[in-house]
């Protein structure tokens, strides 16, 4: 199956600093990627979906100007998490589509904010 | 909005055994995706269903995509350690891009 990557796969920062995280798509071309939250023992939250070289479409109640998402090649998307605070800290999982309808995840970040 | 209804939430059962486990929606879906997830890992894709009434095999796995295309159900036959994991059905409603997921089936196995 395709080939997923995030980087980083953990990470701690200090609450008011803001924390990057890529999903790469290794070996294939995904003209879209999704960026998921997820909290312990729950389903997959979608936060927003990141269309290459357009503005990415947020799900009702994720702020924007808080989780920027790029888009800006055919491999990769990121997800900056801005001044963030502890209630922001998760499990960060990115997916991208290929031609089809399915879609190929990430390994997960695991954002923690002291 | 669509939701996934996934049943059982919990499964514990002893190595060998079969497994089964589905999810239902009151809408309908254009397809319908198997994942599983270990613990602080991503979701690995399983197996994929397109057309209503399609029977799907991977292994020891297989999966229904219903004929109303509102239901799917994935059956483990002789459950071996390995297949421990929470297990997600997810269902991409017509003209979306997005998935809809339920909400997860976890499995243990007593060896």
């Known amino acids: 199956g395709a080939v997923v990557s995030q980087h980083p796969s953990r990470v701690i920062c200090k609450s008011g600093t803001s924390v990057k995280i890529e999903c790469r798509s290794l070996?294939?071309?995904?003209?879209?990627m999704f960026w998921y939250r997820q909290f312990p023992k729950k389903s997959l939250m979608l936060m927003a979906t990141?269309?290459?070289?357009?503005?990415?479409?947020?799900e009702q109640g994720v702020e924007k100007d808080k989780f920027l998402i790029n888009h800006a090649s055919l491999t990769l998307s990121t997800l900056t998490v801005t001044s963030a605070h502890p209630e922001d800290s998760s499990f960060y999982i990115c997916?991208?589509?290929?031609?089809?309808?399915?879609?190929?995840f990430g390994p997960g970040t695991r954002l923690t904010v002291t | 909005g669509q939701q996934l209804n996934q049943s059982p939430q919990s499964m514990f059962i002893q190595e060998g055994e079969d497994v089964s486990m589905n999810c239902t929606s009151s809408?309908?879906?254009?397809?319908w995706l198997w994942y599983k997830q270990d613990p602080g890992e991503g979701p690995v894709l399983l197996i994929a269903?397109?057309?209503?009434?399609e029977l799907t095999s991977n292994g020891r796995l297989t999966a229904q995509f219903g004929i109303t295309r509102k239901d799917s159900f994935l059956n483990i036959s002789a459950s071996i350690p390995s297949d421990v994991g929470i297990y997600f059905c997810?269902?991409?409603?017509?003209?979306?891009?997005?998935?809809?997921f339920g909400q997860g089936t976890r499995l243990t196995i007593n060896p």
């Open positions: 809408s309908i879906f254009n397809t």
């Open positions: 269903l397109y057309k209503a009434g």
């Open positions: 997810a269902g991409q409603p017509q003209g979306a891009q997005k998935l809809v």
């Open positions: 997916s991208a589509r290929d031609r089809s309808a399915e879609q190929y």
């Open positions: 070996d294939f071309q995904a003209t879209t």
């Open positions: 990141s269309n290459e070289g357009s503005k990415a479409t947020y």
